[in-house]
T-cell receptor
Framework: KAGVTQTPRYLIKTRGQQVTLSCSPISGHRSVSWYQQTPGQGLQFLFEYFSETQRNKGNFPGRFSGRQFSNSRSEMNVSTLELGDSALYLC????????????FGPGTRLTVL | GQQLNQSPQSMFIQEGEDVSMNCTSSSIFNTWLWYKQDPGEGPVLLIALYKAGELTSNGRLTAQFGITRKDSFLNISASIPSDVGIYFCAGPEYNTDKLIFGTGTRLQVFP
């Protein structure tokens, strides 16, 4: 069974631009969660989607948004990029609600110049 | 919110040695997860623990769910070079189910 895939793997943007990241969960998994990983803050929860509905949200500004499609694929959008948004963005999927076991993708490395 | 503290922050050990690391919280967790992350990759699930006192092994790895439900331990026996990476503990936050990650333990293994 294929794992979680994320595209693109690497991205370079400039301040003020917006970016969309994509995540395809493991086949049959209905929950997708997004995380931001930085050296200073570690792994921080962004949001969780289950059956196309946002079920949980972390403490990030409204510039960070996401959505989930009927096939469980998810996208994450960051508008008006700031230098501090440079990070590894990780997507994880789980069979049901993300109460425990989650499987991560390789991440998208975003660099904001 | 709940926080998870891992120790040690980093370890430098010789190949063949056993390794021990732990994860503590000031509040209760009902599930403990241990992940390993290689450079440039996403975390990979190693072991999941669902019951206080549970001891679970995965090859050379053994993890335990603390009796108080406020801590967990991960042991690696007879370390090898491919054990190098960052080890994270994680657990779902009690009232929100958001997955909280520990601060990580960076493991270096030298021959």
């Amino acid at each position: 069974k294929a794992g979680v895939t994320q595209t693109p793997r690497y991205l370079i943007k400039t301040r003020g631009q917006q970016v969309t990241l994509s995540c395809s969960p493991i086949s049959g998994h209905r929950s997708v969660s997004w995380y931001q990983q930085t050296p200073g803050q570690g792994l921080q929860f962004l949001f969780e989607y289950f059956s196309e509905t946002q079920r949980n949200k972390g403490n990030f500004p409204g510039r960070f948004s996401g959505r989930q499609f009927s096939n469980s694929r998810s996208e994450m959008n960051v508008s008006t990029l700031e230098l501090g948004d440079s990070a590894l963005y990780l997507c994880a999927s789980s069979l049901g609600r993300a109460r425990g076991t989650q499987y991560f993708g390789p991440g998208t490395r975003l660099t904001v110049l | 919110g709940q926080q998870l503290n891992q120790s040690p922050q980093s370890m430098f050990i010789q190949e063949g040695e056993d390794v021990s690391m732990n994860c503590t919280s000031s509040s209760i967790f009902n599930t403990w997860l241990w992940y390993k992350q290689d450079p440039g990759e996403g975390p990979v699930l190693l072991i999941a623990l669902y019951k206080a006192g549970e001891l679970t092994s995965n090859g050379r790895l053994t993890a335990q769910f603390g009796i108080t439900r406020k801590d967990s331990f991960l042991n690696i026996s007879a370390s090898i070079p491919s054990d190098v990476g960052i080890y994270f503990c994680a657990g779902p936050e009690y009232n929100t189910d958001k997955l909280i990650f520990g601060t990580g333990t960076r493991l270096q293994v030298f021959p």
